[in-house]
């Protein structure tokens, strides 16, 4: 994810907060006036942001200062400008009792706002970093214009008041929320890393004027969503104003493929990704801790593999092992010349590429709007999302949010850096409940009424789908230990696959069996009915056939085979546009435009369950016309293009989704 959120408390939090993250990750000197502190650390000053600043009296964009800062998030959520308003008070001939109450803004508490940080994908950042002057200032632009757009919708989709007994009663804020926005320049590497913290607080106004505190945990349960959101915003601004386009970048082989800004060397990723590798390696040692360890009894602890769950949490207690002191903060002028020269000399990439990211950004973007035309289908979008999001949470139970991160996810990748019409992601989740899901709530409470918590599963079975493959699980061996020096492995491993990804056997990742899903449960929606099959199949057909088109020109249609050579890869069925030898040649040019997230060995497993769709379906079609000669033709109804019938389900005793 791009957006990391974090509670902030009154006290220790808070202090860290006001003597470090707002003057850029340094060290504020003691003593020393905020303005001052930022000034010297090269950073801006922090700017408040949201709807809810004109029931305080302040203005978006105006400068946050110290007090305002201690009011607000130190001193357990005061007004902003509590010292101002209890002096006027006193002035006025109030109690000192009346005027410290006339700063509140209702009851105090402990948590006093959460902490988002924005950041940009690499190659965005990059641009930014290496690029000139007036290329900064639009990225910095579009990464601003996003952030405010990700609050809008927290405002008015997310954002709750809690109140009455128990917090039975939830209501929006009408008046907004209010945040204040720090910029920060660098990753505690050193490395560029344009971010941004955005301090929320959780005061807001009800519609009767009295102050109540924002329920985080609603917060917390769509940050993927508002990650999604970010992401697809910043990439279409900055391709818009800069002429680029996006392109899918496979980081971890069978994981989700992340949107990149398209003719970026993925080599200055990787010069960028110090932490990444520091990470890699600790884990390593870790993930061999844990398939190794035995109680008391020498019994193993864990299973002799390390799951996906697994390997998240262990992957969190290596970033932290690994997390560098902080470094004094430089200007960012000097911190551009820094980088600049950095990446040319250790880097590994042309100086003439560097020097020219821009353009040759902007080459690539025009070879694949020369090929690609933004098509975005709902239905087939819808079936998308619902397949890949019941696959990706465990049990096939999931909530909205879940099926609408995933369709911005899903129009992230379509549409390739193109702005796309407001309420479209809306659209493919209403789609996708409608059509493709069933909803299982038992609500017992008020808040298991809002649409937001209903709790769905999928109307159509994947029992027919691969079951999840687990690598064989032999001893493991207690006396191999992981290097000292993680630049020098025990033992050789693939060129793609990095330090802490060899040797520790994991179970299969859900995406690969996600996009197989995806793949089965279009197929099941087009054979269904024989009558309304070829005119989906044709609009499903002209969607991979648009998707197919952002490849180089070499990959549309497969070569002659050759009888001369026995080592050539099988020759590809009816229908397959892709030359899988060829697709490797591209896989390894890191500066090309790349396939969408297709690898030679997915390509191979999709193959095989194309192709054993496509001999079921042609049976099934023969079976139905015999059918339909002996029986005369039956009418069709307009609704038999849904292609499927809600299951019987017994009472529902299962427990929620995981938020």
Request: net charge positive; aromatic share 4%; charged share 30%.
């Amino acid at each position: 994810m791009t957006v990391d959120i974090r509670v902030v408390r009154a006290g220790q939090m808070y202090r860290y907060y006001l003597r470090e993250t707002v003057v850029g990750d340094g060290r504020r000197p003691a003593r020393t006036p905020l303005r001052a502190a930022q000034e010297q650390a090269g950073v801006p000053a922090g700017r408040w942001m949201g709807r809810g600043l004109a029931a305080l009296g302040l203005t978006p964009g105006q400068e946050v200062t110290e007090a305002q800062l201690r009011n607000l998030f130190g001193d357990r959520g005061r007004h902003p400008d509590a010292d101002r308003i209890g002096a006027n008070r006193l002035a006025q001939g109030d109690s000192p009792k009346k005027a410290f109450k006339a700063g509140a803004l209702g009851r105090r508490v402990t948590v006093t706002g959460v902490d988002f940080v924005f950041r940009p994908q690499p190659t965005i950042y990059l641009l930014w970093a290496l690029g000139d002057e007036e290329t900064r200032l639009v990225i910095e632009a579009a990464h601003e214009r996003a952030i405010e757009r990700v609050l809008e919708w927290i405002e008015d989709e997310v954002a709750v008041i809690r109140y009455g007994k128990d917090g039975i009663y939830r209501v929006r804020p009408p008046a907004g929320l209010v945040a204040a926005r720090f910029r920060h320049y660098e990753a505690r590497s050193g490395m560029p890393l344009l971010h941004d913290h955005l301090l929320l607080s959780v005061k807001g106004q009800r519609l009767d004027g009295k102050w109540g505190s924002i329920h985080t945990l609603a917060l917390h349960e769509n940050t993927m969503a508002a990650s999604a959101l970010y992401n697809e915003i910043v990439a279409a601004e900055v391709c818009e104003a800069l002429g680029l386009a996006t392109e899918p970048r496979t980081v971890t082989p069978g994981r989700r493929p992340v949107m990149e800004i398209a003719g970026v060397p993925h080599e200055l990723i990787r010069w960028t990704a110090r932490r990444s590798d520091q990470i890699a390696a600790c884990l390593e040692d870790l993930e061999h801790e844990y398939v190794t360890a035995v109680g008391d009894d020498g019994e193993p602890r864990f299973l002799p593999v390390v799951s996906e769950r697994a390997r998240a949490k262990l992957n969190a207690v290596a970033a932290r092992k690994t997390r560098p002191p902080k470094q004094k903060t430089q200007p960012l002028a000097q911190l551009r010349a820094w980088w600049k020269t950095s990446a040319i000399l250790t880097s590994g990439v042309a100086v003439d590429i560097i020097t020219s990211l821009l353009e040759n950004a902007r080459a690539a973007a025009a070879a694949i709007r020369a090929r690609v035309t933004a098509v975005v289908d709902i239905a087939l979008a819808a079936v998308d999302v619902t397949a890949t999001v019941v696959v990706m949470n465990d049990g096939g139970r999931f909530h909205r949010r879940h099926l609408l991160a995933e369709a911005r996810r899903h129009l992230a990748l379509v549409l390739r850096g193109r702005c796309r019409a407001p309420g479209l992601d809306d659209q493919i989740v209403a789609a996708a409940i409608s059509t493709h899901c069933l909803d299982i709530s038992e609500p017992k409470t008020v808040r298991g009424l809002e649409a937001g918590y209903r709790l769905y599963t999928a109307r159509w079975s994947l029992s027919d789908l691969p079951a999840r493959r687990r690598p064989p699980m032999p001893a493991p061996d207690p006396d191999r230990r992981p290097p000292a020096d993680p630049d020098a492995p025990t033992a050789p491993r693939r060129p793609d696959q990095r330090a802490g990804e060899w040797e520790i056997r994991r179970v299969q990742l859900n995406y690969d069996r996600a996009v197989l899903a995806r793949a089965v449960v279009r197929e099941k929606l087009l054979t269904t009915t024989t009558t309304n099959a070829t005119a989906v199949r044709g609009r499903a057909y002209d969607v991979v056939a648009h998707q197919q088109a952002a490849m180089p020109e070499q990959l549309l249609a497969p070569p002659a085979a050759d009888p001369d050579h026995d080592d050539q890869d099988p020759v590809a069925r009816r229908g397959e546009v892709i030359d899988m030898t060829t697709l490797r040649a591209l896989r390894e040019s890191r500066t090309d435009v790349e396939a969408l997230d297709v690898t030679a060995e997915r390509l191979r497993h999709l193959q095989d369950a194309f192709a054993k769709m496509a001999d079921d379906s042609r049976t099934r079609a023969d079976r139905y016309a015999e059918q339909d000669d002996a029986d005369g033709a039956q009418p069709v109804r307009p609704d038999d293009q849904r292609a499927h019938r809600p299951q019987e389900l017994g009472p529902y005793r299962g427990r929620e989704a995981g938020h």
